[in-house]
T-cell receptor, first 114, second 115 residues
Framework: DTGVSQNPRHKITKRGQNVTFRCDPI?????LYWYRQTLGQGPEFLTY????????KSRLLSDRFSAERPKGSFSTLEIQRTEQGDSAMYLC????????????FGQGTRLTVV | AQKITQTQPGMFVQEKEAVTLDCTYD???????LFWYKQPSSGEMIFLIY??????QNATEGRYSLNFQKARKSANLVISASQLGDSAMYFC????????????FGKGITLSVRP
């Protein structure tokens, strides 16, 4: 068990380009969360999955954002037509609801839109 | 709606001293959990300690303890015997006992430990 893994760690992209991030949760964890953290703020909830089902999306998640978790394993977060306001740290967390209270976070993907 | 308030702009503590990081919260949910996470410069959120709203005793985890005052809606983190490696951002967070169990975070507090 190597913890939650996120790739890439850093991404610089030009405005208008599409980007995709990947999150590999801890293997037996059934819940997977995506958060966004801007400079000087705490993480804000974006969306979460219970196994492969996406059960909630925040109002922060505009139509340009899409997330998937095929087969209930890894997850991807795609941002289309990136804007400078999308620059942030994107954090993934996972949790096994039956026996743990805390969520385990990955190291995040830092996105810079230029 | 849930809200976490962390108003201390930055804290400094001498190595080996104790420090208290403040957190107040607001919620209408009868059952909830309170968390503290540490975020070093590497970016990973590291879980420190958890307190359930119905727990009678304050939570402790090694050098970390949570001073939970339910009536005042406060959940302050106490770090004893500070170490240089404790220098980081610290976030207080809340989770309602409900379907999605998402975390609501405060803005965080920067802690700097001086040698």
């Amino acid at each position: 068990d190597t913890g939650v893994s996120q790739n890439p760690r850093h991404k610089i992209t030009k405005r208008g380009q599409n980007v995709t991030f990947r999150c590999d949760p801890i293997s037996e964890h059934n819940r997977l969360y995506w958060y966004r953290q801007t400079l000087g703020q705490g993480p804000e909830f974006l969306t979460y999955f219970q196994n492969e089902a996406q059960l909630e999306k925040s109002r922060l998640l505009s139509d340009r954002f899409s997330a998937e978790r095929p087969k209930g394993s890894f997850s991807t977060l795609e941002i289309q037509r990136t804007e400078q306001g999308d620059s942030a740290m994107y954090l993934c967390a996972s949790r096994f609801t039956r026996d743990s209270t805390e969520a385990f976070f990955g190291q995040g993907t830092r996105l810079t839109v230029v | 709606a849930q809200k976490i308030t962390q108003t201390q702009p930055g804290m400094f503590v001498q190595e080996k001293e104790a420090v208290t990081l403040d957190c107040t919260y607001d919620t209408s949910d009868p059952s909830y959990g309170l968390f503290w996470y540490k975020q070093p410069s590497s970016g990973e959120m590291i879980f420190l300690i958890y307190q359930g709203s119905y727990d009678q005793q304050n939570a402790t985890e090694g050098r970390y303890s949570l001073n939970f005052q339910k009536a005042r809606k406060s959940a302050n983190l106490v770090i004893s015997a500070s170490q240089l490696g404790d220098s980081a951002m610290y976030f207080c967070a809340m989770r309602a006992t409900g379907a999605n169990s998402k975390l609501t975070f405060g803005k965080g507090i920067t802690l700097s430990v001086r040698p």
